[in-house]
């Protein structure tokens, strides 16, 4: 394995050397060596039934069709609808997690947590139209509550977030039948129209595609946003520290990765128990290392500083270093591969919730209603790893400072100063030009393409053209590793963008949290929307969005619900459909005929760029500014 062909992330780099050296497999060898299947690359199998598998050609998609007839347009989207399903299913379902602690929290039955942020529940309370004056918190809470479980099982009507959505991009969800009921029952109805034998029919497929992507965005990912930030804080600016120069040599260094921050809250406790500090210090260490990975990472990063080792491609490399005394892990973009990588430096694994235990690994399990047992016990076994390292240890000492924290609470607060009101300053500097527009890059790394690179270089495009870019998930560690959350950044955006970061002091470049946090970049949308000048819905504003390195299904569902919203998405590696077919037609030109956005792909960083840069201008020529 060429190790510098694979990432331009040096520590990763490093540490897949000493892999090698060390006679370690990572994800990065299993990719050169499995090489992707072309039919299942463009979805042109289905294994719907045991009459298929079905294969068709993509060279000549309509030359052939599925056993049972399905034609390309209908085996295709629903596949399409089957990684939305779960990708829906997995942010919604982690929302869901968020709210039974809620619930929990406001019934009195867990005392380990509480209601952090009183200001942002009562804003979020009446977004949806709860009473808020002169009432009592607990009221308006169990109110709340009441009203975002209809999230999950409301059987008819709009979700409540329905009611946040701009209402002309609200109108055309009604006519196009795909404004969002309770998710359990789209995510129910988009599994059973993708059986066989029942909806064969690829717009009408895709309507649902849409429906239950837009309850993931404006359903289970804002309420897990929303019930994070009234739990644990609303996240505002912090400098942090980013890269694997975070682990320390001569302390007891834990990782959490994963996904729902009530883990790494209760990890945040457990590490600062004087007891357990004592105990390390007694077995030889200096103290107690908490560290981040991938969208837990990414929370715990913008709401409390915690330093963060890396996105998604490094948490296998991450181990390598040797100095990782314990890895704990929930939900989500945990590779199996981990455990065996863990084993050979004798690195626990542990896993915590019931979904997901990992043959090889340890599982202690996470009860939130006594969560300090879990992570309490972790600690111990890490300082007791800490005793007994055997592992040589090897750290690449590099650490990249950035400021991240930019929740669309802060933005307003930051843009708009005490003196004027929330979005009007960014709507005004997007209307005379130093703005150009607005993107959001977002989503995974990928071993297909060169870790972080297609990221860092469609990021820098975008600047230098004085495009705003708000950023998510791995790869908003992608671009802290490259420097560009820094506001000494500014000097690589245009001249426009450069004298706003310069006036405010902000990166150009503005990290807002996890990929569920992608929310808050669609309340962004809306609030420049509300805010005027730019249009009357989101389609309307000179934005779009990327996910230059996406790999799972989460960022299908993502990328549709923003599509479904309105915005020009672009995804990068490969894209999931066989060109010149009509379901890729929908999805890249008739959905924007509809009132929507549209989907992109490209593999070409600076491609990319120009797409969403083309789509901007169109943007503002249509706004006539
Ligand atoms: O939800 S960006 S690799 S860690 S899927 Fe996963 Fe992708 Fe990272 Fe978080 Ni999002
Ligand atoms: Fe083949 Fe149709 Fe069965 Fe799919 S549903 S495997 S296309 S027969």
């Given at each position: 394995l060429d190790t510098r062909s694979v990432t331009i992330c040096e520590a990763t780099r490093q540490m897949l050397d000493k892999a090698q050296r060390d006679g370690v497999e990572t994800a990065f060898d299993r990719a050169a060596s499995m090489k992707p299947c072309p039919i299942g690359a463009d979805s042109a199998c289905c294994k719907h039934c045991s009459m298929g598998p079905c294969r068709l050609n993509s060279k000549d998609p309509y030359g052939k069709v599925g056993v049972?007839?399905?034609d390309i347009d209908t085996i295709m989207s629903r596949n399409f609808a089957r990684m939305v399903a779960s990708g829906a299913a997995a942010h919604t379902d982690h929302g869901m997690s968020m709210l039974d602690l809620f619930r929990e929290v406001v019934n009195g039955h867990i005392k380990e947590y509480g209601i952090k942020d009183v200001k942002k529940l009562m804003e979020v309370a009446q977004s949806v139209g709860i009473e808020t004056d002169s009432r009592e918190v607990s009221d308006i809470a169990m109110d709340l509550y009441n009203e975002l479980e209809k999230t999950y099982t409301q059987i008819e009507g709009e979700i409540p977030f329905a009611k946040r959505v701009p209402p002309k991009t609200l109108e055309t969800w009604r006519k196009q039948g795909i404004v969002p009921r309770g998710a359990m029952r789209e995510i129910m109805e988009l599994m059973h129209r993708t059986h066989m034998g029942v909806d064969q029919q690829y717009e009408n497929i895709t309507r649902q595609i849409s429906r239950t992507a837009l309850a993931d965005g404006w359903g289970g990912s804002l309420v897990a946003t929303e019930i994070s930030d009234i739990l644990f804080g609303t996240p505002s600016p912090v400098q942090v520290e980013v890269n694997m120069g975070v682990l320390k040599e001569n302390m007891v260094n834990i990782i959490v990765h994963g996904h729902e921050p009530n883990l790494f809250e209760s990890m945040l406790v457990s590490v600062n128990a004087p007891v357990l500090v004592e105990a390390a210090k007694a077995a030889g260490a200096d103290g107690i290392n908490l560290v981040g990975m991938c969208c837990s990472g990414a929370e715990m990063l913008v709401r409390h500083g915690i330093p963060h080792a890396g996105n998604f491609m490094s948490t296998e490399a991450v181990l390598v270093t040797g100095a990782v005394d314990a890895m704990c892990v929930d939900v989500q973009c945990i590779k199996q591969g981990l455990a065996k990588v863990a084993d050979c430096y004798n690195t626990p694994l542990f896993t915590t919730n019931t979904r997901c235990h990992i043959e090889g690994a340890v599982h202690i399990d996470f009860n939130e209603h006594k969560p300090l047992d879990c992570t309490d016990e972790i600690v111990i076994k890490a300082i007791s790893r800490f005793k007994n390292r055997t592992a040589a240890i090897e750290i690449p000492q590099i650490i990249n400072k950035g400021v991240h924290g930019f929740s669309y609470e802060y933005i307003n607060y930051m843009l708009g100063g005490s003196f004027r009101s929330g979005f009007t300053p960014l709507n005004e500097n997007i209307i005379n030009g130093r703005i150009r527009g607005v993107a959001g890059v977002v989503g995974c790394t990928n071993p297909r393409v060169r870790q972080d690179w297609v990221h860092v270089e469609l990021v820098k495009e975008l600047i230098k053209n004085d495009v705003l870019v708000l950023q998510t998930g791995c790869s908003q560690i992608a671009l802290a590793k490259a420097g560009l959350?820094?506001?000494?950044?500014?000097?690589?955006?245009g001249p426009g963008l450069q004298e706003v970061c310069e006036a405010v002091g902000m990166p150009p470049v503005l990290g807002l949290g996890s990929c569920v946090d992608n929310s808050r970049i669609l309340i962004a949308a809306a609030e420049m929307v509300k805010t005027g000048g730019l249009g009357e819905s989101i389609a309307d504003l000179p934005a779009a969005g990327a996910a230059p390195e996406w790999m799972s299904e989460k960022a299908i569902s993502i990328g549709h619900y923003f599509v479904a919203s309105g915005v020009y998405t672009v995804f990068g590696v490969t894209f999931p459909v066989v060109d010149g077919t009509r379901f890729q037609k929908l999805l890249f030109e008739e959905l924007e005929e509809k009132g929507m956005g549209k989907w992109g792909f490209a593999v070409d960083p600076y491609e990319m760029a120009r797409m969403m840069i083309a789509h901007i201008d169109k943007k503002r020529q249509q706004l006539g500014i």
């Amino acid at each position: 394995l060429d190790t510098r062909s694979v990432t331009i992330c040096e520590a990763t780099r490093q540490m897949l050397d000493k892999a090698q050296r060390d006679g370690v497999e990572t994800a990065f060898d299993r990719a050169a060596s499995m090489k992707p299947c072309p039919i299942g690359a463009d979805s042109a199998c289905c294994k719907h039934c045991s009459m298929g598998p079905c294969r068709l050609n993509s060279k000549d998609p309509y030359g052939k069709v599925g056993v049972c007839g399905a034609d390309i347009d209908t085996i295709m989207s629903r596949n399409f609808a089957r990684m939305v399903a779960s990708g829906a299913a997995a942010h919604t379902d982690h929302g869901m997690s968020m709210l039974d602690l809620f619930r929990e929290v406001v019934n009195g039955h867990i005392k380990e947590y509480g209601i952090k942020d009183v200001k942002k529940l009562m804003e979020v309370a009446q977004s949806v139209g709860i009473e808020t004056d002169s009432r009592e918190v607990s009221d308006i809470a169990m109110d709340l509550y009441n009203e975002l479980e209809k999230t999950y099982t409301q059987i008819e009507g709009e979700i409540p977030f329905a009611k946040r959505v701009p209402p002309k991009t609200l109108e055309t969800w009604r006519k196009q039948g795909i404004v969002p009921r309770g998710a359990m029952r789209e995510i129910m109805e988009l599994m059973h129209r993708t059986h066989m034998g029942v909806d064969q029919q690829y717009e009408n497929i895709t309507r649902q595609i849409s429906r239950t992507a837009l309850a993931d965005g404006w359903g289970g990912s804002l309420v897990a946003t929303e019930i994070s930030d009234i739990l644990f804080g609303t996240p505002s600016p912090v400098q942090v520290e980013v890269n694997m120069g975070v682990l320390k040599e001569n302390m007891v260094n834990i990782i959490v990765h994963g996904h729902e921050p009530n883990l790494f809250e209760s990890m945040l406790v457990s590490v600062n128990a004087p007891v357990l500090v004592e105990a390390a210090k007694a077995a030889g260490a200096d103290g107690i290392n908490l560290v981040g990975m991938c969208c837990s990472g990414a929370e715990m990063l913008v709401r409390h500083g915690i330093p963060h080792a890396g996105n998604f491609m490094s948490t296998e490399a991450v181990l390598v270093t040797g100095a990782v005394d314990a890895m704990c892990v929930d939900v989500q973009c945990i590779k199996q591969g981990l455990a065996k990588v863990a084993d050979c430096y004798n690195t626990p694994l542990f896993t915590t919730n019931t979904r997901c235990h990992i043959e090889g690994a340890v599982h202690i399990d996470f009860n939130e209603h006594k969560p300090l047992d879990c992570t309490d016990e972790i600690v111990i076994k890490a300082i007791s790893r800490f005793k007994n390292r055997t592992a040589a240890i090897e750290i690449p000492q590099i650490i990249n400072k950035g400021v991240h924290g930019f929740s669309y609470e802060y933005i307003n607060y930051m843009l708009g100063g005490s003196f004027r009101s929330g979005f009007t300053p960014l709507n005004e500097n997007i209307i005379n030009g130093r703005i150009r527009g607005v993107a959001g890059v977002v989503g995974c790394t990928n071993p297909r393409v060169r870790q972080d690179w297609v990221h860092v270089e469609l990021v820098k495009e975008l600047i230098k053209n004085d495009v705003l870019v708000l950023q998510t998930g791995c790869s908003q560690i992608a671009l802290a590793k490259a420097g560009l959350t820094t506001p000494e950044a500014a000097v690589l955006a245009g001249p426009g963008l450069q004298e706003v970061c310069e006036a405010v002091g902000m990166p150009p470049v503005l990290g807002l949290g996890s990929c569920v946090d992608n929310s808050r970049i669609l309340i962004a949308a809306a609030e420049m929307v509300k805010t005027g000048g730019l249009g009357e819905s989101i389609a309307d504003l000179p934005a779009a969005g990327a996910a230059p390195e996406w790999m799972s299904e989460k960022a299908i569902s993502i990328g549709h619900y923003f599509v479904a919203s309105g915005v020009y998405t672009v995804f990068g590696v490969t894209f999931p459909v066989v060109d010149g077919t009509r379901f890729q037609k929908l999805l890249f030109e008739e959905l924007e005929e509809k009132g929507m956005g549209k989907w992109g792909f490209a593999v070409d960083p600076y491609e990319m760029a120009r797409m969403m840069i083309a789509h901007i201008d169109k943007k503002r020529q249509q706004l006539g500014i």
